[in-house]
């Protein structure tokens, strides 16, 4: 399937928000000691400060859907590049801890909004047979944008010798600020126009450009289509309503599972993870290389896939591998077996990243209808967030409260019922246009 260069120029500078989300999650595990000795922050509020854009996070991902639909999808990517580079100087030069939190809470907002905006925009842009790919590019530059902050914190340590910890934080300056400039380049997405400004003469312009190889008479019955669309009751009515229940459903449970599975947990934790097996010396190289390597690796595959195979199957996929990789790490550790947990979590990132990774950004930007894809989209996200945040919470509690090998049969009998609500509920969306699927919902 041949991509053609516009849209994908397009879909990548939206997706690059993803690239700086990536890197602003990860880059500060390269200053959380440096700053809790700086500050002398006791456990409490060392856990504050590092735990502020994750609660930023949250509320952007609540509020994100209001400026995507009142002021536009490209608008609001630029803003979002503003707020990241107003976070990475403000962290960076940050006199004391409380403007500290506050810096990362704003570069939170900006991740928590990108969700909403950046998948819905490039869903929204995309033609039909590369949708999925494109709108994966967001998952994709999220993982390159950590495993680039790795590197950047390793070089940056190793060369820099005074206040090394700000140039790791102001580091994301740059990219931000690129990414806000591009952001100027790109166009409105045309199924904004049409469904919330009735601009069909700007949206006729953008669909030319995106999709070439329409002849007129074709892009006119495309835009009849979308009005069509914008004005259906799925779309006029309001969002929480019975018309609209299962979308609604489809990506709470998405969101709900995703974080269920225990990946945050994983990620955020798994130096503890690995000390628990007597890994401790590695635990560090294990997670920002061995972890982000294959999470790289995996998301390209599932980036490669998703229009070929389709969402549905690339979640069954994941399913299996999560239910085998978590099945096996909780067998490993009721039975002492530890030499096999470094393999079972790295294949318990493979088959997230080929999977629910993939897959959860591209599915809720493409099921809910136009009007209503920004909410959606929020809603989304929201729960994702919410519990990711509640998961990262709890997870040390639960591991000293409980035998691990508990903790991660329960994420393993979580991902029994996300393969049962795979096969009862989850409509396959592939290759299908948005009016079309949001017809199936009327």
Known sequence: MKTNAYVFRCALVAALGGFIFGFDTVVISGAEQTIQELWGLG????????????????????????????????????????????SALGSAYAPDAISFMVARFIGGVGIGISTVAAPLYISEISPAKTRGRLTALFQFNIVLGILIAFLSNYLIGNFVETNAWRWMLGVEAIPALAFTAFCFIIPESPRWLIGNREDKSDAIKVLKRVNPACKSDEIDLLVAEISDAAHRKTST????????????????????????????????????????????????????????????????AGLWLIDQLGRRTLLYIGSFGYIASLG???WAFYTEAFSIVPICIFAFIAAHAIGQGAVIWVFISEIFPNRHRAEGQALGSFTHWIFAALLTMFFPKMVTTFLPGTVFLFFCIMMVLQLVWVKVMVPETRQRSLEEIEKSYA
């Open 328 to 330: 096996l790490c909780s």
């Open 237 to 300: 009515g309001a969002f929480w309503s019975m018309r609209l229940k299962t979308p609604i459903a489809l990506a709470f449970l998405i969101a709900f599972f995703n974080q269920l599975s225990g990946i945050n947990a994983v990620l955020y934790f798994a130096p503890r993870i690995f000390e628990l097996t007597g890994l401790g010396q590695q635990a560090a190289l294990l997670q920002s290389v061995g972890i982000g390597v294959i999470n790289l690796v995996f998301t390209f």
């Open 43 to 86: 456990a409490g509020m060392h856990g504050l400060a590092m735990s502020m854009a994750l609660w930023g996070t949250v509320l952007g991902s609540l509020i994100g859907g209001w400026p995507t639909d009142r002021f536009g999808r490209q608008k609001t990517l630029l803003w979002i590049g503003v707020l990241y580079f107003v």
